[in-house]
């Protein structure tokens, strides 16, 4: 029997990263705790919390045992399906919130920008590998149209948030592969050059966000209310906070999208500064450990991916408490492990299920 037991249990843990699947439990665990002041101790949204964890849990589960050269065959094929859903989407997606984002498949919704936040590091990833040996200037030019081509439908529907972190994802990929210094500078400054264009392109709601970013007291109970009420959580937290559910900005219902997007202004008057730095400290474990994956990785496609995974869950933890704290424009992106919800939980959590998929099975690709 402990024989059996051992097999078992070997199966079920062969492919997990012990260390990077213990930050990722400790930062889900505090995620749980937060939402339950976030929530006013609501335990149908705590229930619906665990569940979308057990899912993602497995799914990360299922990644890890998918071996990383069946991920490369995968990857053209993803990025096809998930290029057609976008376009279906634009012709025929569903209006919800004067945004055309989802996409009826006959039972369901689905909302096809999730599907690119791995198809487009992954296929990013399989072309620079295919041509490893040949890379030139033109080379990287297709792989900005691969990466271009995604990101304008989903800025389109509009979803900037989800655009911004799928750029975030393929610029990624295109620095890890060696993208030359001088033309990373030229890009920037033709991106500066380029502000005044893109201001033009952006919705009405898009460029009031960037205004109030700059004086949240214009609109002090409309387009500034998110950000004053967040800020003033944050600071209210002071060194210690004012301790677990005793936060009178949350419980008083000032904050808003308290358990989503701003989750994390509930934790951070709750438990202060100190709480703060503990759980920067969990994130910082895991990106950590991810770069250490991606450093190890023994073939350009899993360098590439392992690199792409990590700096875009660093990019998703960096957008989020930098909008809470009132330094960069409100867009919807949740904190990562932390906020409620299931799509995000999902795709964060497939993305490291890759990871450990890299690790455990790079031996048997060494040569």
């Known amino acids: 029997m402990p024989l059996l037991i051992r097999r078992i249990a070997r199966f079920f843990t062969a492919h997990l990263d012990g260390l990077l699947l213990g930050a990722v439990l400790l930062l889900m665990a505090t995620g749980l705790i937060i939402l339950y002041s976030a929530s006013n101790a609501g335990m149908a949204r705590m229930t619906s919390q665990v569940m979308n964890m057990l899912v993602a849990l497995s799914v990360m589960w299922v990644f890890a045992n998918i071996a990383p050269h069946y991920l490369m065959r995968l990857s053209l094929p993803l990025f096809v399906v998930g290029l057609a859903l976008l376009i279906a989407v634009a012709l025929f997606g569903d209006i919800v919130n004067g945004a055309r984002r989802w996409l009826f498949i006959g039972f369901t919704r689905i909302q096809p920008s999730e599907l690119m936040k791995i198809a487009v590091p992954l296929m990013l990833a399989w072309y620079f590998d295919r041509y490893e040996a040949t890379l030139r200037l033109k080379n990287y030019l297709i792989a900005v149209v691969f990466l271009m081509v ?48 893109l201001w033009s392109v952006l919705h009405d709601y898009q460029q009031q966000r960037v205004l109030t970013l700059l004086d949240p007291a214009q609109d002090p109970l409309g387009s500034g209310y998110h950000t004053i009420q967040s800020t003033i959580a944050v600071g209210s937290g002071g060194l210690l906070g004012k301790g677990w559910m005793n936060g009178t900005q949350t419980h008083l219902d000032f904050i808003p999208e308290r358990t989503t997007d701003f989750i994390f202004a509930v934790y951070s008057e709750e438990f202060g500064l100190f709480g703060n730095l503990i759980l920067l400290v969990l994130f910082m474990l895991v990106i950590a450990r991810g770069m250490v994956i991606t450093a190890n990785a023994p073939t350009l496609f899993t360098r590439l991916l392992a690199g792409a995974i990590t700096l875009t869950f660093f990019t998703y933890a960096f957008v989020n408490m930098g909008m809470v704290s009132g330094i960069l424009p409100v867009v919807g992106v949740p904190l990562p492990l932390i906020s409620y919800g299931g799509t995000s939980l999902v795709s964060v959590c497939l993305g490291f299920g890759i990871l450990m998929s890299i690790q455990t099975h790079k031996k048997l690709v060494q040569t």
């Open 150 to 197: 995604p990101v304008g439908l989903i800025a389109r529907q509009p979803d900037l948030g989800t655009a911004v972190l799928i750029f975030s994802s393929g610029c990624f990929v295109l620095f890890l592969a060696g993208l030359a210094w001088r033309i990373i500078g030229g890009i920037v400054v033709a991106g500066l050059a380029s502000l005044p264009f």
